[in-house]
Nanobody
């Protein structure tokens, strides 16, 4: 099993940047693909980005491509989501998740979840 703790969320103005971190403990982080999801009030949880175990494969949801960058440091058991050019519609609770199998866009493919970190973008 792996435990995940997100950090880095805060209030930021539109156009600003944030870097979220996902610290893993327990099992080796390199055993898991990692995904970032977000959920805004009244909306379903949606896929943001994902990265394979080695970091060799990366996927982004369309609206995040070009603004967000996912990465991981397996030696530090930490994953990251760099978010630039933030918009008010990016306001959400951001979760990281780990999959023991393959990188995917469905939340059902992920076995472990953090508690989330709140990102609020003001206009």
């Amino acid at each position: 099993q792996v435990q995940l703790v997100e950090s880095g969320g805060r209030l930021v103005q539109a156009g600003g940047s944030l870097r979220l971190a996902c610290a893993a403990s327990g099992d080796s982080f390199s055993n898991y693909a990692m995904g970032w999801f977000r959920q805004a009030p009244g909306k379903e949880r949606e896929f943001v980005s994902g990265i394979s175990r080695s970091g060799g494969s990366i996927d982004y949801a369309g609206s995040m491509k070009g603004r967000f960058t996912i990465s991981r440091d397996n030696a530090r058991n930490t994953g990251y989501l760099q978010m630039n050019s933030l918009k008010p519609e990016d306001t959400a609770l951001y979760y990281c998740a780990a999959s023991a199998f393959v990188l995917g866009r469905s939340s059902h493919q992920y076995d472990y979840w953090g508690q989330g970190t709140q990102v609020t973008v003001s206009s």
